[in-house]
């Protein structure tokens, strides 16, 4: 048996596929753990259904949480969005309330997969309360009324004392849209570029001084700009897979790097 984290797939279909030929990945013996954003790309919806009929492991991603929003009405499709295919799907309905029900955080033996990070200020133990927060509350009767307020770039700073829906978002934003911070770990949700265009103090999450020790790797992915990053207890898998690079998975087991070029890349 091998454990597989495989970077942010966003629609890339065959791509995926390809990677899992040649990684020989054998559903009945190997284990798949995704970073989440599993949708908005060239083949969403095939994904989602391969996803769903295979019984993998993903976190939830911002772009999973987007499409569950949209899908309750409470946000609204953006020019760039690529989910026609799964919004007009017969079994839509199904694959969304599959997806909903995924976790934040996912702990294995000497490791974790979130999609984008953990805040600077967090225990590991920390994080899991919060993740099991969140998930009952989008995986209750009414996601709806938790999505309503999970979008927006504060609360900034994290305190124990947050409640309610303040404690939720910046709890969603940390785990899905974090990159960077400031030194005392304040949440930046602006920036997008490579780790050497953040300025102004900002940095890294997984760099802040006020960074707490933490006993297992740190497995994520949605900051493309990054690209695969290995260091400071982090692995980052976001190889930009969507925007024509490639697809990265990581072997526990060995440590082993398998990248497969993006269909996007060859045309394909």
């Known amino acids: 048996m091998a ?9 890339c279909y065959r791509t995926l596929r390809r990677l899992l030929d040649r990684i020989d990945w054998d559903p009945v013996r190997d284990r798949l753990i995704f970073t989440g954003d599993l949708v908005n790309g060239p083949d969403s919806l095939a994904v989602l259904r391969w996803a769903r009929e295979n019984e993998v492991e993903t976190v939830l991603g911002n772009h999973d949480i987007h499409l569950l929003a949209v899908i309750q009405g409470t946000r609204k499709l953006r020019e760039s969005d690529s989910l026609d295919d799964l919004l007009g799907a017969p079994d839509r309905d199904e694959l969304v309330d599959w997806l909903r029900k995924r976790p934040m955080l996912i702990r294995l033996a000497g ?43 504060k609360p900034k700073k994290w305190s124990e004392e947050l409640t309610g829906e303040k404690r939720l978002r910046i709890a969603v934003n940390a785990m899905t849209r974090m990159r960077v911070v400031k030194a005392d770990g304040r949440l930046d949700m602006k920036f997008k570029g490579s780790p050497q265009k953040a300025d102004g103090g900002r940095m890294p999450w997984f760099e802040a001084p006020a960074a707490r020790p933490r006993e297992v790797e740190i497995f994520f992915g949605h900051w493309a700009a990054l690209g695969y990053y290995q260091g400071n207890g982090v692995v980052g898998l976001d190889s930009g897979c969507v925007w024509g690079k490639a697809l990265t998975a990581f072997r526990l087991e060995d440590r082993a790097v398998f990248q497969q070029d993006s269909e996007r890349s060859t045309g394909h």
């Open 3 to 11: 454990t597989y984290v495989i970077g942010d797939v966003h629609g």
């Open 111 to 153: 490791a974790a997969v979130v999609h984008a990070g953990l805040m600077p200020q967090w225990t590991l133990e920390t994080a899991e309360r919060l993740a099991r927060e969140v998930e009952a509350a989008l995986g209750g009767d009414s996601p709806g009324d938790t999505l309503e307020h999970l979008f927006g770039n």
